[in-house]
């Protein structure tokens, strides 16, 4: 069986990207691993052992072109509006709650932000599945 341990993003500026994540989800810098051409930085926090791994290519000056295949980032919440007006007011401008109904029933409140390089992150009510 397979445990997840985290996720991969290329990021164009280290120190703006690191900003948005400690802001916007409270992550920290778990290691951070310096090589010639590029620099690994692994994010987490106390809420989870999954860590976002931040790839920063030196020689890149072009912001990456996400393409069409790339989804989004997600992460729960203890209380959504709270973050949301949270976000908001540091200026990160979060999309409107949504609330997803699946035949009547809802079946999750979430909104999306998007870090610095354009990555899409929803933002999900801590509830049911998304726990």
Known sequence: MAKTIHSMIRVLDEQRSLD?????????IAER?????????????????????????????DPYVLGDGYG????????????HDRMKALGLEP????????NGT?????FFISDPDGYKIEVLQR???FL
């Open 95 to 102: 999309r409107d709650i949504v609330e997803f109904k699946n």
């Open 127 to 129: 509830r049911g599945r």
């Open 33 to 61: 691993f310096d090589f010639d051409t590029f620099t690994l930085v692994y994010l987490s926090n106390e809420e989870s052992s999954f860590e976002l791994e931040l790839t920063i290519n030196k020689d890149r000056t």
């Open 72 to 83: 989004h980032l997600a992460v729960s919440v203890a209380d959504l509006d709270h973050e």
């Open 106 to 110: 809802e079946i999750a409140r979430f």
């Open 20 to 28: 948005f994540y400690a802001k916007a989800l409270g992550l920290g």
